[in-house]
């Protein structure tokens, strides 16, 4: 298996742009996660789904960020508009079932200018 | 507040030389406690996993502890090699939710030739 696959890798993108993730889990796993990571926050969850259902989106930090899944293989998480302050690494991570091992994509790394 | 904290934050050890990173949490209801490993430009992969009732954990050279009465763990690393340099990360989880993940920002080790 490959592997959770995230794309793109990196993303140079000026303030007031929309800026789209993208994220391709683990064939079979049924659990995504969108994952934030900053210098100094260190990660921080955003959302999960379940069964391609967000289950909890409470750390998706304004209305500006939304996520969705609309197959068991692919995943978006849009900024819409993005700001600087956006600027981090973003995680997309799968895992077959429960709070049991998430496996981690590559990451993107959003620099909004 | 659940919190995990990680000291030191940063590290600098010869090759060949052991280490410890800790992990303090105040994290309740405690489920379990991973112990995570961060190369530079790529995903967390998980090293270790433990519940209430275990203390020590090893995965190869990395050996985890757990004491939920202080509520802290250890990372030992054995014997430390070039590519054990990366950040470590702390994981809690307060319940059986990933919404109740708790993340420390991370030890950074750097091994030195």
């Known amino acids: 298996d490959a592997g959770v696959i995230q794309s793109p890798r990196h993303e140079v993108t000026e303030m007031g742009q929309e800026v789209t993730l993208r994220c391709k889990p683990i064939s079979g796993h049924d659990y995504l996660f969108w994952y934030r990571q900053t210098m100094m926050r260190g990660l921080e969850l955003l959302i999960y789904?379940?069964?391609?259902?967000?289950?909890?989106d409470s750390g998706m930090p304004e209305d500006r960020f939304s996520a969705k899944m609309p197959n068991a293989s692919f995943s978006t998480l849009k900024i819409q508009p993005s700001e600087p302050r956006d600027s981090a690494v973003y995680f997309c991570a799968s895992s077959l079932q429960g709070p049991n091992e998430q496996f981690f994509g590559p990451g993107t790394r959003l620099t909004v200018l | 507040k659940n919190q995990v904290e990680q000291s030191p934050q940063s590290l600098i050890i010869l090759e060949g030389k052991n280490c410890t990173l800790q992990?303090?949490?105040?994290?309740?209801?405690?489920?379990?406690l991973r112990w995570y490993k961060q190369d530079t430009g790529r995903g967390p992969v998980s090293l270790t996993i433990?519940?209430?009732?275990?203390n020590t954990k090893s995965n190869g050279r990395y050996t985890a502890t757990l004491d939920a009465d202080t509520k802290q763990s250890s990372l030992h690393i054995t014997a430390s090699q070039l590519s054990d340099s990366a950040s470590y990360i702390c994981?809690?989880?307060?319940?059986?939710?990933?919404?109740?993940?708790?993340f420390g920002t991370g030890t950074r080790l750097l091994v030195s030739p």
């Open positions: 433990m519940t209430f009732s275990e």
């Open positions: 994981v809690v989880s307060a319940g059986a939710g990933f919404q109740k993940l708790v």
């Open positions: 992990c303090n949490y105040t994290v309740s209801p405690f489920s379990n």
């Open positions: 789904f379940n069964n391609n259902v967000p289950i909890d």
